[in-house]
């Protein structure tokens, strides 16, 4: 290809970089975004395309190598996360959810499950039980570090304080505000002439990472989780749809309409349900999650990065209709 070319790619990575990144520190770190999520996702995915065409022209620091934001201009303190919480790969369409399905059963040499499960539209929060007692909360953050939000997590009826049992382990999943709270919510911030959140998941993330505790508790956030480090040995559980069966039985709130399917034409069934019945829930969701249902595999797969082999997310279509600038494709 021509000097001028790769130029002309270079300049068109560097403007794509660019906007992520600031629309990133808007969402990641502001919790007040400034463009949709579908046209981020867009840009994304845009960018993602060039990266695998042209991998020698992405730098190290590129927002393809990065998960969420970081934690410096927050004022709480920094917790330093062991085992990296991931983001998660996404796909856009039931061929590309094929596609992977395939890639990844291609490990194996009997025929994989998947567990099949909502997407909740939150943020992502790990707690930490000592013998059943909830000695620390923190978010995400950039993945390695998060903020301490232990005392705010505390003021969250749904995350119980002690467990049903006397369980060490950490848990990790989703905070979230319920339709209803971030209706209300929004009313009276109108009422006081304050600026309303962009969506429930933003809603959420500001109501949480908060210096001021009582503001959490005012603000009725709830949670659902999904995922235990070393579960295994910690739970004595070996599949995901028995972990989040565990979860209950210890007073952790774990959503439950999960399938556990085996083949494509089974998960686009589900896909297309909860698709269609996603508006009576009394909270948001972004899409479904897929992942390999066997435990064990999910060490044997591992993860990039940024984000586990053994899981994806199938994002759902933007909700209204909205100028689509890039070539992706969603279908159901
Ligand atoms: P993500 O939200 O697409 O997916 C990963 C996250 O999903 C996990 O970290 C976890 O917190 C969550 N999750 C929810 N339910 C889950 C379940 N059942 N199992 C496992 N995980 C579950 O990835 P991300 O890195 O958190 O954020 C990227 C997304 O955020 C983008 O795709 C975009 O939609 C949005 N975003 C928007 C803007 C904007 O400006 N609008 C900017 C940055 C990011």
Do not use: C
Request: charged share 25%; no cysteine.
């Amino acid at each position: 290809m021509a000097n001028s070319d790769m130029t002309e790619i270079q300049a068109q990575i560097d403007l794509l970089e660019q906007n992520l990144k600031q629309w990133a520190v808007e969402y990641y770190e502001n919790d007040a975004p400034s463009v949709e999520d579908s046209l981020y996702d867009q840009t994304y995915e845009e960018l993602t395309q060039l990266a695998n065409t042209y991998p020698d022209l992405i730098s190290t620091d590129s927002i393809t190598k990065q998960i969420g934001g970081a934690v410096t201009k927050s004022n709480l303190p920094e917790v330093t996360h062991e085992v990296p919480m991931l983001s998660l790969g996404d796909v856009f369409s039931i061929s590309a959810l094929a596609e992977w399905m395939e890639t990844t059963q291609a490990n194996f040499d009997r025929a994989l499950v998947y567990n099949a499960e909502l997407k909740i539209d939150g943020l992502a929060i790990s707690l930490e039980y000592l013998n059943g007692e909830l000695v620390r909360a923190s978010t995400r953050g950039d993945g390695r570090v998060g903020e301490d939000v232990t005392a705010n997590v505390k003021q969250i009826a749904d995350i119980p304080k002690k467990l049903t049992e006397p369980v060490t382990f950490e848990v990790r999943g989703e905070v979230y505000m319920p339709k209803a709270s971030f209706a209300e919510l929004n009313e009276q911030r109108d009422r006081d002439g304050l600026p309303s959140f962009a969506n429930p998941r933003n809603a959420a993330a500001g109501s949480l990472r908060q210096l001021d505790a009582n503001i959490t508790k005012e603000r009725k956030l709830a949670a659902f989780f999904y995922q235990v480090v070393d579960a295994e040995r910690t739970l004595g559980v070996s599949t995901q749809a028995e972990l989040l069966i565990r979860l209950a039985e210890l007073g952790l709130p774990s959503n439950q309409l999960n399938r556990e399917l085996q083949t494509i034409v089974d998960i686009e069934e589900y896909i297309s349900q909860q698709t269609t019945s996603r508006d009576e829930l009394a909270y948001g969701i972004d899409g479904i999650v897929i992942k390999v249902n066997t435990l064990a595999d999910h060490e044997e797969l591992g993860n990039t990065v940024k984000v586990p082999r053994w899981a994806i997310a199938y994002k759902f279509p933007p909700e209204e209709a909205e100028t689509i600038v890039l070539d992706i494709e969603w279908t159901v």
